[in-house]
């Protein structure tokens, strides 16, 4: 069984700076415990909601924003249990993360980055198998259309469930296929309506990607403020209604499980 735990649901500077939704990415807890995208309050927000950072596997960085990757050394420092013991732990990340950016920022320091077992930088199309101590999952990064270039998204298989995830991408011709087949879908879904900005999905753009991608269940997070005053729950009906795929809106502590798609929270 694969369960998914939304440590942050919120989008944007404003949750960014505020706090009103929080921004420490999910978890994947199946035969490996992967941490996603962890933005500030990924630490804390495994110890509010029953994770144990410790027993992370592998950490997935999908781009250097901050609302990404901030805490992605912390999560490695409790990963790796320690810097005097043997290297614990992989880190998936995009090249901006472990190589820097155009302007040399790089989400991960040199230090952390010797304290894994192996880091691997993924770009859309790369295959990568994640294992540990013979525990596997099957990574592919699909492609984003974002301004961090070396962005990319993923499906991942586990334990007989294929989840995927967009990361932060606007809606490009093809996006909704690289998702066909996937039991659970998370998808950053920023703005409501048609409320299009370049680099992220809105409602509207989501209903083209859900309908191409038909998953089992599609999850919106990564909420912005604008999408949170016109109601997460009610966007995801409507999107449910308009491509025809179950939808719900995420919350802090939500937890789903990929197989049956039920829901409870931390
Ligand atoms: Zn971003
Ligand atoms: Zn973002």
Same mark, same amino acid.
């Given at each position: ?37 962890? &933005?500030?309050? /990924?630490? +804390? ?6 994770? *144990?950072? %410790?027993?992370?596997?592998?950490? $997935? ?72 101590? &013979?525990?596997? /999952?099957? +990574? ?6 974002? *301004?961090? %270039?070396?962005?990319?998204?993923? $499906? ?111």
């Amino acid at each position: 069984m694969v369960e998914i735990v939304f440590l942050g649901t919120g989008g944007g500077r404003f949750n960014l700076v505020k706090q009103i939704r929080r921004t420490g990415g999910f978890r994947l807890n199946g035969s490996l415990s992967i941490h996603v995208d962890p &933005g500030p309050g /990924a630490l +804390f927000g495994c110890q509010m909601f029953g994770q *144990d950072a %410790e027993k992370t596997d592998v950490i $997935v960085v999908t781009h250097n924003h901050i609302d990404h990757m901030n805490d992605v050394n912390l999560l490695i420092e409790a990963m790796a249990d320690g810097w005097r013991v043997k290297k614990r732990g992989l880190l998936v990340a995009s090249s901006s993360v472990i190589e820097g950016d155009e302007k040399g920022d790089r989400g991960v320091s040199r230090f952390h980055l010797e304290r894994l077992e192996k880091f691997m930088m993924a770009k859309p199309g790369d295959r990568l198998e994640l294992e540990r101590e &013979g525990r596997k /999952a099957d +990574f592919v990064a699909t492609k984003a259309k974002h *301004d961090d %270039e070396s962005d990319f998204g993923f $499906v991942i298989s586990m334990d007989g469930c294929k989840v995927g995830y967009t990361s932060d991408t606007e809606y490009f011709e093809g996006l909704g296929r690289q998702y066909a087949g996937c039991d659970v879908l998370v998808a950053n879904c920023l703005k409501p309506k048609e409320d299009g900005i370049p680099g992220h999905l809105s409602s509207a753009a989501t209903v083209k990607l859900a309908s191409e991608a038909k998953p089992g269940l599609l999850v919106l997070t990564h909420l912005g403020m604008s999408m949170l005053k016109a109601g997460p729950e009610k966007e995801a009906e409507a999107i449910g209604k308009k491509s025809g795929v179950k939808t719900v809106a995420a919350r802090d502590g939500m937890r789903i499980d990929a197989e049956k798609f039920n829901i409870s929270f931390a």
